[in-house]
Structures are given as structure tokens and as C-alpha cells.
């Protein structure tokens, strides 16, 4: 029995992630109620909320003044996602905001600030990050199975995205950085569990669109260990990290996007030998969900920071954009 109450989510754009991840997550939850769903389009909002469950639909505006909604989740295109998350936090309502939930590091902490002063929590849905897969990952590095940890390798690389696609748009918030390169980015941070100490990063730019289809990092964290991080546009599909340290390295199978039905492996190299382990399926969508409402519900007591986890993320991706632009290392000391 759960005696809590369900959570209120409000959507804010009927996006083709939130039709493929969250909407489906929260229809099977038993902590998270669909209220509304809010599009430009109310002929759209309304089919789109009848397919999950719910009855509420209308405009992204009364999404936010829904008393019913305790949490709103935004899945409009990159650039979009500051102006409403601040609207959303000014009307008192927590925000799941899709990944990449900023495009710079002033952005973000706008967001953050404005959030804080209204005392609502905000989460940016890196939801690869909530897999089990990685606390498996995770226990194995702890349990110092790959001894010192020397480095990280990590790629996430699909078809070329559609021109008319968030992506492929400059506008939007687009291009290889923002949009997919994030994910090898979060996993570094995840796998060393510090932040980088500095980043060079190379884009590659699509001449016609001007946006960047590939990116090319080099994080250096602490004690000589390294990340080698890259997104593509235009590959043969490639979703994963390794780990290398001084006893064994450690491989994911599918590291990011993970389909809710779909078992994952770990490969471990080590003493000669392969050692393929395999994962369970899990929703990493429902499980960020009720991470975050969980952490929600505890108010003043909650201990997780994802105010500074989104800043931190931020961070390093305005460090990467820099280093491109001024073709040298930059310090992450350096963003302020
Ligand atoms: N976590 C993941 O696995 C994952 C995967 C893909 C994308 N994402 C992120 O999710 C967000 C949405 O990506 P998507 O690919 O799902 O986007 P999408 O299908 O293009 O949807 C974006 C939605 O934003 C709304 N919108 C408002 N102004 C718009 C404008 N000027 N142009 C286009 N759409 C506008 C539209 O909703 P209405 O018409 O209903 O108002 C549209 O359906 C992005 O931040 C992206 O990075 C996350």
C-alpha cells in the first residue's frame, strides 16, 4: 500500500521524448499522477493526455497555474528551457527539465537561483544515470575490482538527426555538444565522482547548418586520470563507456539510452579473461521519477544536491564551448 499522495505532474510540450519516456513512466507509476498535459497545440495536448490517462489539458500557462500539479516536466527544445523553468519555479512548482537543461552556465544559474527562491526543487534528466547498471558499475569500482582508476572512455553516437530536428538547429539550442555529447560528459563525473580539473574539446561543424555534429573532448581530472568523451552525428549507433584502471577495465554494453525492455551488459577484462554480466531491464525514466519525488516529499531533510549537479554539469560543458572557441585547455576554475 502506498500511503503517500501521488505527486501532480503538469507536461509542458508534447515532445517525442516525453511520449517515448516519461509519459509511459508516469502512467505506470504509483507515486506520479498525470494532471495535465500542455501544448501550443490544445488538440494535440488533449489526445496526448487521454493516451496517458489523464483528462487535464491546455496550454503550457495553465500547466503552471494548476493547483493540482506539483511538478512540472519540460521537454521544449534546449533554448527553451530556461524561460520556463524559471516561469515554473515563480509559480511553485518543481521542474524535471530535460537534459540538456541549460546551454550555459549563467543559465543555469539563473535557473537554480530562481528555484531556490521559491523553494522548489529542480533536476535535469540525465535518466541514463539512474540504470542500475551504473550502481553495478559503481560497486565493482568500489569494491576496488579495477584498482586505481586510470581512465574513461566514452562515446554516444547515432544516424544523422533530421534537419528539421532540435538537433540540427542552432536556435534550438542544437548541435552535437548540448544535445548528446552531455551523456559521456555526466558519465566521467559519474564513474570518477569529482570534477574535472580542465577540458579541451574540438568540434567538428557541419558546414551547411553551421551546427556541430561531433565533439571531441579531453577532461583531466585529479591524480593523471583522464576522459576521452566524444558525441557524432552520422555514426553507426555507439552508447557507451568504459573504465580502465590498473587491475581491469570495465565496458557497458549500452550506456545511455537504455529501452525499458531491453537487458543490458557489463563486460569485465581482467586476469585475461572476459566476464560478461548481465543487468536486469529497468525504466531509468520511473526511476528518476521517483528519486526526485521521493526526494520532494522529504522537504528540508532531502540530501541530494541536483541543484549542483545540474551547475556542476553546466559548468564543464561552458568550459568545453570555450576551449573550442579559443583552441586551448580551459581551466574549469575559469568559469565563474
Ligand atoms: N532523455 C532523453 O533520452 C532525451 C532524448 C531526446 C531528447 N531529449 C531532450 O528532450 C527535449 C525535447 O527533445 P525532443 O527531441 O523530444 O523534441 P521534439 O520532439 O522536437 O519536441 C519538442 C517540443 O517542444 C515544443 N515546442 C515549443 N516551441 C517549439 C519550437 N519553437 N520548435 C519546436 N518545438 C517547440 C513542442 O511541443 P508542443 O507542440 O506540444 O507545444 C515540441 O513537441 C530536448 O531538451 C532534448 O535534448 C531527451
Not at 242 to 264: E, F, I, N, Q, S
Not at 283 to 290: I, S, T, V
Request: neutral net charge; hydrophobic residues 35%.
Amino acid at each position: 500500500m502506498n500511503a503517500l499522495p501521488k505527486v501532480g505532474l503538469g507536461a509542458i510540450g508534447c515532445s517525442r521524448i516525453s511520449l517515448k519516456g516519461i509519459l509511459p513512466a508516469v502512467a505506470s507509476s504509483e507515486q506520479v499522477n498525470l494532471i495535465m498535459v500542455g501544448s501550443r497545440d490544445p488538440e494535440k495536448a488533449k489526445e496526448v493526455a487521454g493516451r496517458f490517462g489523464s483528462v487535464g489539458f491546455g496550454t503550457y500557462d495553465d500547466v503552471l497555474n494548476n493547483k493540482e500539479i506539483d511538478m512540472v516536466y519540460i521537454s521544449l527544445p534546449n533554448s527553451l528551457h530556461e524561460e520556463w523553468a524559471i516561469k515554473a519555479a515563480n509559480a511553485g512548482k518543481h521542474i524535471l527539465c530535460e537534459k540538456p537543461a541549460t546551454t550555459s552556465y549563467a543559465s543555469a544559474r539563473k535557473m537554480i537561483q530562481a528555484a531556490k527562491n521559491k523553494n522548489v526543487r529542480l533536476l535535469e534528466g540525465y535518466m541514463f544515470r539512474y540504470h542500475p547498471q551504473n550502481s553495478a558499475a559503481k560497486k565493482l569500482i568500489q569494491e576496488g575490482v579495477l584498482g586505481n582508476l586510470m581512465r574513461f572512455d566514452g562515446c554516444f553516437g547515432y544516424d544523422m538527426p533530421h534537419k528539421s530536428l532540435i538537433p540540427m538547429s542552432k536556435e534550438l539550442g542544437g548541435g552535437s555538444l548540448y544535445v548528446s555529447g552531455g551523456y559521456p560528459i555526466s558519465a566521467s563525473r559519474m564513474v570518477f565522482d569529482e570534477e574535472p580539473e580542465s577540458v579541451y574539446c574540438k568540434l567538428t561543424i557541419d558546414p551547411e547548418s553551421g551546427i556541430d555534429v561531433r565533439n571531441d573532448i579531453t577532461l583531466n581530472y585529479s591524480n593523471g586520470k583522464t576522459a576521452f568523451t566524444s558525441s557524432i552525428f552520422g555514426s553507426y549507433y555507439h552508447s557507451m563507456y568504459g573504465v580502465l584502471g590498473d587491475k581491469a577495465y570495465l565496458r557497458m554494453g549500452r550506456a545511455y539510452t537504455v529501452p525499458r525492455d531491453m537487458p543490458t551488459k557489463m563486460y569485465l577484462d581482467k586476469d585475461d579473461k572476459v566476464e560478461e554480466m548481465m543487468i536486469e531491464p529497468a525504466d531509468h525514466f520511473q526511476l528518476m521519477l521517483h528519486d526526485f519525488c521521493g526526494e520532494i516529499k522529504k522537504g528540508k531533510e532531502s540530501k541530494k544536491d541536483y541543484e549542483r549537479e545540474l551547475l556542476n554539469q553546466a559548468r564543464v560543458v561552458e568550459a568545453a564551448m570555450q576551449s573550442n572557441e579559443e583552441k586551448r585547455v580551459v581551466k574549469i576554475s575559469e568559469i565563474t
